[in-house]
């Protein structure tokens, strides 16, 4: 009997964080740090315990840089400089200061389980909530204070870390520490932020793991080559004039291969275009640096000449030409991809990983009954995630779940671990990719990065400056020194990060803080060339505010049984109800629509929304209630997973609470949030946006550019009467 081939499967972790160092050389935000301590060395000891899994790493250099500027320039963030104080010369700004971001984690995971910690966390945001921030501050001791700035950096510390016997005894200590505490626990960060580059080349240079990397500050290739492009993905609205330059581009590329050489030894086989981002401009650009590979995702091979062909051969390796040059494409499985970033962090471990197995298992059948078990050879299942910010949505930071998982794959005779490279050494078939469609992995086009207002405003601001320090160059106003200096703003304000917080699609706690790191780097070109900064860059790029929705205020209190079926027809009657044929969605052609009307109305502790279909809804949506106002979070409604989770801005990737489910998805879908659970108070408006997603990708917003506004209810809303002028308002 022939001998049963495995599936081949390549993951790749992407590690990659914004240039936080302002032009004053301090790091605004702590991050890079928390996930070097946090993240990449768990991460990396897990593997090593498991030396027949094969991985890929990609190290974007802007990270790599902060990297190396802590552990060869002593590089400090804002967090280290407040944290180092002793808490007895702490000033009141700086206490302020401590207690506004030091609770800046997931509270599931990094603040409840230490005893300490979650009592200062409890003494802030419940107890003291309702008093002014100066006698919030007066409530908190010098050992509160010195407390609290060793827990905020002790929890950012893995699992697999906290082994080192100086690290175990403060997590023991847990609380009344000393400054002798906080000097030891920074020596003992310092050194796992030495240890990390080493491991990586180490395991690198054996075989276990491939290094890759991407263009140094992360943009979007296709836009800097031509912003027009975004208007073939999606009919999005131009900037005009266009950035145009390819130039950038290359330099970026170039640059970000150059880094890692020098820091690594040796180039890179293989490239991650930045959020998989590219266009056939984009891939000529690279081929031309002599790499072997690179990986964008699905979605793009979806759009391609080889849309109709079976499903099977998105797992094949496809080649691009480019005269005499050659680059292998991967494709990305989205699914799998982004069921390890957003969903396997809420199952039970041995759940999650049987789940991956056995979806991995289905894909090998499928293979070999399109190609036979020869053709496995020729087949490699992509699995690209995000390698920092999901674990903190995980117990025990993932560990658990990577162990497990390896030891799964290690076990199995079918499924095999590879290298991108390895796979590639073996040369399986690659048919020729005959045409390029232009995307990226979200939604297969760039309408996070250009798609909006405050997107197009920062574009601009980018050209303007560029155009700037251009004309001053070729006039000889500028030292090359200078003129070296003024370009590296330039290339970091090009990142793909600040276009990622502007507009409505994502926020954080610190959405000010980006708005304020991008236009700085912009003025300090100004200020390099000696010339005065435009008065424009001053003035935020992010709103501040939110149009408002016209619509029907609910006109009294409604009891609905939660049952997704329509009970009684009297049973909404008095919610405020959104018809999208009735409003600017209706611009949106019906077919493309999911949402036919949203209800909204409330009792004295529940605000209650029903949505009614066009057609019956799919199991697999996701529906997502976006708060705009008075505060920003999402209430993702899963009715797969059976969970309702609640994440406010807190980290980048922001935190997550698992709320009582209270919906229920059948021809309708109806749910019950309490006005605690929203943390809103009778008076405030509510705004907010209904969203429905589908593994991860965005299908509706409704409304699309506005919000819809509810003004909480007190305990005297029904003996009120609203007059009929009054129930519609602008």
Request: aromatic share 14%; with cysteine; charged share 25%.
């Given at each position: 009997?022939?001998?049963?081939?495995?599936?081949?499967?390549?993951?790749l972790?992407?590690?990659?964080?914004?240039?936080?160092?302002?032009t004053?050389?301090?790091?605004?935000?702590?991050?890079?740090?928390f996930?070097?301590?946090?993240?990449?060395?768990?991460?990396?000891?897990?593997?090593?315990?498991?030396?027949?899994i094969?991985?890929?790493?990609?190290?974007?250099?802007?990270?790599?840089?902060?990297?190396?500027?802590?552990?060869?320039?002593?590089?400090?963030?804002?967090v280290?400089?407040?944290?180092?104080?002793?808490?007895?010369?702490?000033?009141?700004?700086?206490?302020?200061?401590i207690?506004?971001?030091?609770f800046?984690?997931?509270?599931?995971?990094?603040?409840?389980?230490?005893?300490?910690?979650f009592?200062?966390?409890?003494?802030?945001?419940?107890?003291?909530?309702?008093?002014?921030?100066?006698?919030?501050?007066?409530?908190?001791?010098?050992?509160?204070?010195r407390?609290?700035?060793?827990?905020?950096?002790?929890?950012?510390?893995?699992?697999?870390?906290?082994?080192?016997?100086?690290?175990?005894?403060?997590?023991?200590?847990?609380?009344?520490?000393?400054?002798?505490?906080k000097?030891?626990?920074?020596?003992e960060?310092?050194?796992?932020?030495?240890?990390?580059?080493?491991?990586?080349?180490?395991m690198?240079?054996?075989?276990?793991?491939?290094?890759?990397?991407?263009?140094?500050?992360?943009?979007?290739?296709?836009?800097?080559?031509?912003?027009?492009i975004?208007?073939?993905?999606?009919?999005?609205e131009?900037?005009?004039?266009?950035?145009?330059?390819p130039?950038?581009?290359?330099?970026?590329?170039?640059?970000?291969?150059?880094?890692?050489?020098?820091?690594?030894?040796?180039?890179?086989?293989?490239?991650?275009?930045p959020e998989?981002a590219?266009?056939?401009?984009?891939?000529?650009?690279?081929?031309?640096q002599?790499?072997?590979?690179?990986?964008?995702?699905?979605?793009?091979?979806?759009?391609?000449?080889?849309?109709?062909?079976?499903?099977?051969?998105?797992?094949?390796?496809?080649?691009?030409?480019?005269?005499r040059?050659k680059?292998?494409?991967?494709?990305r499985?989205?699914?799998?991809?982004?069921?390890?970033?957003?969903?396997?962090?809420?199952?039970?471990t041995?759940?999650?990983?049987?789940?991956?197995?056995s979806?991995?298992?289905?894909?090998?059948?499928?293979?070999?009954?399109?190609?036979?078990?020869?053709?496995?050879?020729?087949?490699?299942?992509?699995?690209?995630?995000?390698?920092?910010?999901c674990?903190?949505?995980?117990?025990?930071?993932?560990?658990?779940?990577?162990?497990?998982?390896?030891?799964?794959?290690?076990?199995?005779?079918?499924?095999?671990?590879?290298?991108?490279?390895?796979f590639?050494d073996?040369?399986?078939?690659?048919?020729?990719?005959?045409?390029?469609?232009?995307?990226?992995?979200?939604?297969?086009?760039f309408?996070?990065?250009?798609?909006?207002?405050?997107?197009?405003?920062?574009?601009?601001?980018?050209?303007?400056?560029?155009?700037?320090?251009?004309?001053?160059?070729?006039?000889?106003?500028?030292?090359?020194?200078?003129?070296?200096?003024?370009?590296?703003?330039?290339?970091?304000?090009?990142?793909?990060?600040w276009?990622?917080?502007?507009?409505?699609e994502?926020?954080?706690?610190?959405?000010?803080?980006?708005?304020?790191?991008?236009r700085e780097?912009?003025?300090?070109?100004?200020e390099?060339?000696?010339?005065?900064?435009?008065?424009?860059?001053?003035?935020?790029?992010?709103?501040?505010?939110?149009?408002?929705?016209?619509?029907?205020?609910?006109?009294?209190?409604?009891?609905?049984?939660?049952?997704?079926?329509?009970?009684?027809?009297?049973?909404?009657?008095?919610?405020a109800?959104?018809?999208?044929?009735?409003?600017?969605?209706?611009?949106v052609?019906?077919?493309e629509?999911?949402?036919?009307?949203?209800?909204?109305?409330f009792?004295?502790?529940?605000?209650?929304?029903?949505?009614?279909f066009?057609?019956?809804?799919?199991p697999f949506?996701?529906?997502?209630?976006?708060?705009?106002?008075?505060?920003?979070?999402?209430?993702?409604?899963?009715?797969?997973?059976?969970?309702?989770?609640?994440?406010?801005?807190?980290?980048?990737?922001?935190?997550?609470?698992v709320?009582?489910?209270?919906?229920?998805?059948?021809?309708?879908?109806?749910t019950?949030?309490?006005?605690?659970?929203?943390?809103?108070?009778?008076?405030?408006?509510?705004?907010?946006?209904?969203?429905?997603?589908?593994?991860?990708?965005?299908?509706?917003?409704?409304?699309?550019?506005q919000?819809?506004?509810?003004?909480?209810?007190?305990?005297?809303f029904?003996?009120?009467?609203w007059?009929?002028d009054?129930?519609?308002?602008?």
């Amino acid at each position: 009997m022939p001998r049963s081939k495995p599936l081949n499967i390549a993951f790749l972790w992407h590690y990659h964080q914004p240039y936080y160092k302002n032009t004053h050389g301090v790091y605004q935000m702590p991050w890079v740090r928390f996930h070097a301590t946090k993240d990449y060395l768990d991460v990396i000891k897990t593997l090593h315990a498991f030396p027949e899994i094969k991985q890929t790493f990609n190290f974007v250099p802007s990270l790599l840089s902060q990297l190396l500027d802590y552990t060869q320039r002593d590089a400090r963030d804002t967090v280290w400089q407040l944290s180092e104080i002793p808490a007895k010369k702490l000033n009141v700004s700086q206490k302020k200061a401590i207690l506004n971001s030091f609770f800046l984690a997931n509270e599931a995971y990094l603040i409840k389980p230490f005893p300490r910690y979650f009592a200062l966390f409890k003494k802030y945001t419940v107890d003291l909530k309702n008093l002014p921030a100066r006698k919030r501050v007066s409530q908190f001791s010098e050992q509160d204070f010195r407390d609290l700035q060793v827990w905020y950096n002790l929890t950012w510390i893995g699992a697999a870390s906290r082994d080192r016997e100086k690290i175990q005894a403060l997590f023991q200590k847990g609380e009344n520490f000393s400054e002798a505490d906080k000097t030891v626990l920074f020596e003992e960060i310092r050194n796992m932020m030495l240890a990390l580059i080493p491991m990586y080349k180490s395991m690198w240079e054996s075989g276990q793991i491939e290094l890759t990397t991407s263009p140094f500050y992360h943009p979007i290739l296709p836009l800097l080559i031509d912003t027009n492009i975004a208007n073939i993905t999606d009919s999005t609205e131009l900037l005009h004039p266009p950035f145009q330059h390819p130039e950038d581009a290359l330099a970026q590329i170039k640059r970000g291969l150059n880094f890692f050489k020098k820091h690594f030894g040796k180039k890179p086989n293989g490239l991650w275009p930045p959020e998989g981002a590219i266009s056939a401009d984009t891939l000529k650009l690279i081929a031309r640096q002599r790499l072997n590979w690179i990986v964008t995702d699905s979605a793009i091979f979806t759009k391609s000449t080889f849309a109709n062909s079976p499903h099977h051969k998105v797992y094949q390796p496809h080649l691009f030409k480019s005269g005499r040059q050659k680059l292998h494409i991967f494709f990305r499985d989205h699914h799998l991809s982004d069921a390890i970033s957003f969903v396997y962090g809420n199952w039970e471990t041995e759940d999650a990983v049987e789940d991956l197995i056995s979806r991995l298992h289905t894909l090998r059948g499928e293979i070999i009954a399109q190609t036979g078990q020869k053709g496995l050879a020729n087949h490699i299942v992509s699995i690209v995630c995000d390698g920092e910010n999901c674990w903190e949505y995980y117990p025990n930071n993932g560990h658990d779940f990577l162990a497990r998982l390896y030891q799964r794959l290690s076990e199995s005779p079918l499924l095999k671990t590879r290298t991108f490279s390895e796979f590639l050494d073996k040369q399986p078939e690659a048919p020729v990719l005959e045409t390029v469609p232009p995307g990226s992995r979200i939604q297969g086009n760039f309408n996070i990065w250009i798609g909006g207002n405050e997107d197009r405003k920062a574009w601009a601001f980018l050209k303007q400056t560029r155009d700037f320090l251009t004309e001053r160059e070729q006039k000889g106003y500028l030292t090359r020194h200078t003129s070296a200096k003024a370009w590296e703003q330039i290339y970091i304000a090009e990142g793909s990060d600040w276009c990622w917080w502007y507009g409505d699609e994502h926020s954080s706690s610190q959405d000010m803080e980006f708005d304020q790191l991008f236009r700085e780097h912009l003025m300090r070109v100004y200020e390099l060339a000696g010339e005065e900064i435009p008065g424009a860059l001053y003035k935020t790029i992010k709103r501040t505010h939110f149009d408002r929705f016209a619509a029907i205020r609910p006109l009294n209190f409604i009891h609905p049984q939660i049952s997704g079926e329509i009970e009684h027809i009297h049973e909404w009657a008095g919610a405020a109800v959104f018809d999208t044929d009735k409003t600017g969605q209706a611009a949106v052609p019906q077919s493309e629509r999911i949402i036919s009307k949203l209800h909204v109305g409330f009792d004295q502790d529940y605000f209650y929304f029903r949505l009614d279909f066009f057609e019956k809804p799919d199991p697999f949506y996701e529906f997502v209630i976006a708060a705009k106002l008075p505060h920003t979070f999402n209430l993702v409604i899963s009715p797969l997973r059976g969970v309702i989770e609640k994440m406010a801005p807190g980290t980048r990737s922001t935190e997550r609470v698992v709320l009582t489910p209270k919906f229920k998805l059948g021809h309708i879908c109806e749910t019950g949030i309490s006005f605690e659970n929203l943390a809103l108070d009778p008076g405030e408006t509510f705004g907010f946006q209904m969203i429905i997603k589908q593994f991860g990708q965005t299908l509706e917003t409704f409304p699309h550019a506005q919000v819809i506004e509810i003004e909480v209810p007190d305990e005297n809303f029904e003996e009120r009467s609203w007059p009929a002028d009054l129930k519609r308002e602008k």
